[in-house]
């Protein structure tokens, strides 16, 4: 999608669509007068009529030719204006562009200065227009043999333009917009990866796609293979992956060692392409969404690319362990006892807590770095779900200051970060009677336990956050700005964590 800002001064040819927004209990439009002075006396003359009062869900249109910006306007409320904040402004943009979907209609042209008001300003708002528009006008159609383009050569909406009425206002606007535009890019590349079922993700393909962004992007690819995995002694990945007949690998892209001196930050994601449990095998209901294990490897490779893209002044690696947790004659059995690259031994007691046993792995071998900070993402624990539906990641560490940034960047972005505590207590839960530790620490405080196991994997004096994305990285319905699927989760998230790095 073309995003544009278009002035008022600029010549532009009418849009199909013009979108603008009004509050609750105003009485006058303005800057809809100044555009669309017969539509806009209409919309007063619904004002003073309650006919339309600006209310969260009303909306006014016209249709009519010759009008000078679009032959459909279309006036939206927002609501109460102190109640307005990003996530109501996102949201409704996201609405707003699934609208324009459905009245194939190619340019759309968003009035800016309506859409604000509250605490929001134009330069993150001017971002938020931008991401919302590239992210609900995402479909993943590719295995459909009759594609909804087909049907009348629509394929959605193709160049949004923001019209911002205030002079000399869209200069500060234009790098908010190309910057949440990368951002939002690299949030469908990750849901592209992740809505990929397993026949075709598997780790060996997962590592071809990374190899395909370090191509496309210039990023440094290292893959670890079964002979290294061994070498290192990572009994986590490779017991895990036991069961496949695909290898396993280490996947680890790398951004900006010339940043070195300005700390270096890994960034460890899950990528189980496919979990099935293992001999500890899941109940077959919903099986067929554990493709989205592997939704933490995604978004970190997804995050590469757009760490890249925005030129962030930071040397950034991103470490993807990439296994399948498959049953097979000779796979993983509960009550084997492995040990991890670190030396630690672990007694798996269910083949299904896969997860922490390949991060673990993976984040002991991130201490090669000397990291500043480790912040992992995964699809660690069902009972995140439980904990916070779709609503919340969880979240938990060891290093307050970077807890709180992480905090804040969810705050901004609204993928929204709730800690957990990890005391001393939890780790009682873990520990081993033959081994040190358990991979499972009873039913009780499931997500936190499986937090309390990866931390026995973090370097001393090394800062860490860990991201339970299970319950925010699939959508089971859709939304505005995400159809039924893989979510891209974390992206947003992680891009805005690094911009604003401390
Ligand atoms: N990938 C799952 C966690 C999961 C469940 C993610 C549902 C998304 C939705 C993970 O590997 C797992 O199976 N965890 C087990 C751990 C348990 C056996 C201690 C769980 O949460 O049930
Ligand atoms: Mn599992
Ligand atoms: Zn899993």
Redo the contacts with the bound molecule.
């Keep these: 999608m073309k995003i544009n800002l278009v002035s008022l001064s600029e010549k532009r040819r009418p849009a199909d669509l013009l979108l603008a927004g009004a509050f609750e209990g105003v009485k006058s439009l303005n800057l809809l007068r100044s555009l669309e002075p017969e539509f806009a006396r209409t919309a007063e003359q619904a004002l003073k009529t309650k006919r339309f009062s600006g209310k969260k869900g009303e909306s006014l249109s016209s249709l009519s030719q010759g009008v000078r910006e679009a032959a459909e306007i279309y006036l939206t409320g927002l609501g109460a204006v102190d109640k307005f904040n990003r996530a109501s402004l996102a949201k409704t943009i996201a609405s707003l562009i699934r609208l324009a979907r459905c009245r194939k209609a190619k340019r759309v042209r968003l009035l800016f200065e309506s859409f604000l008001g509250g605490k929001i300003q134009a330069a993150p708002a001017a971002g938020i227009f931008a991401e919302a528009g590239v992210l609900a006008s995402y479909t993943f159609d590719k295995y459909k043999t009759k594609k909804e383009k087909d049907d009348g050569k629509f394929s959605g909406p193709e160049v949004l333009e923001i019209l911002v009425t205030k002079k000399g206002a869209e200069k500060n606007l234009g790098q908010n917009i190309q910057e949440a535009q990368i951002i939002a890019e690299g949030t469908l590349r990750a849901r592209n990866l992740v809505n990929e079922p397993g026949n075709v993700i598997n780790p060996q393909t997962l590592v071809a796609e990374a190899r395909k962004l370090a191509r496309e992007k210039g990023l440094r690819l290292t893959v670890l293979g079964p002979a290294d995995l061994k070498r290192l002694q990572m009994g986590g990945i490779l017991g895990v992956n036991q069961g496949s007949k695909i290898p396993p690998a280490l996947i680890i892209l790398e951004y900006g060692a010339s940043h070195k001196s300005k700390g270096t930050v890994c960034l460890v994601g899950k990528g189980?392409t496919f979990?099935t449990g293992g001999i500890s095998i899941k109940p077959s209901n919903d099986m067929e969404k554990m493709k989205y294990?592997k939704a933490g490897a995604c978004t970190v490779i997804a995050t590469m690319g757009v760490v890249r893209d925005l030129k962030l002044p930071l040397h950034v690696v991103g470490l993807a362990p990439a296994v399948e947790?498959m049953p097979s004659e000779n796979p993983q059995r509960p009550g084997d006892i492995i040990r991890m690259s670190n030396g630690k031994t672990v007694e798996v007691i269910n083949t299904d807590a896969?997860?922490r046993l390949i991060l673990g792995d993976a984040l002991a071998y991130a201490a090669k770095y000397k990291p500043k900070a480790v912040i992992d993402l995964a699809?660690l624990t069902g009972m995140c779900v439980y904990t916070f539906s779709d609503q919340a990641i969880g979240l938990m560490g060891n290093n307050d200051s970077l807890l709180a940034q992480i905090k804040k960047a969810g705050e901004e972005t609204g993928e929204r970060c709730w800690e957990l505590p990890l005391w001393d207590e939890y780790g009682e839960m873990i520990k081993g009677h033959h081994s040190d530790l358990l991979n499972t620490g009873g039913k009780y405080a499931g997500t936190i336990t499986a937090a309390m196991f990866l931390k026995e994997f973090i370097p001393p004096k090394t800062a860490w956050a860990h991201l339970d994305i299970a319950g925010t990285a699939w959508c089971d319905k859709p939304r505005a700005d995400c159809p039924q699927g893989a979510t891209g989760v974390g992206v947003r998230l992680l891009a805005h964590l690094l911009k604003n790095w401390k």
């Design positions: 189980v979990d294990d947790n896969e997860g699809t």
